[in-house]
């Protein structure tokens, strides 16, 4: 299984949860039928605004489809960098 550091973990401006993997392209997702997306423009993974799920559980969606269907664990470093996420929801992801 191959791995990729994530760069970011950013709310977009639609109020989408984007994750941006280092490395990987993710192009294929789509194919999945799991509503995680791929954004070539933006080089991110990025989920439908939350209706029924809440921010973190999409973030755990992400990850595990891209584990799952892709075969890539996508890492948090430190390096990692938060854009406009709450801080409850970054502490979630964190300790998770």
Known sequence: MKTDNIKEVKMDSSGRLCVYPEKEKFTGVW??????HWNEKELCLYSPIPRDWSYFEW??????????????????????????????????ILTD
């Not at 194919?31 to 995680?36: D, H, L, P, R, Y």
């Not at 489809?65 to 996420?85: A, P, Q, R």
């Open 59 to 92: 973030y755990k969606h992400i990850i595990n489809v891209i584990k799952n269907e892709c075969y890539c664990d996508l890492l948090l470093v430190d390096g990692t960098l938060w854009t406009d996420i709450p801080e409850s929801l970054k502490e979630q």
């Open 31 to 36: 194919q999945t039928a799991t509503e995680v």
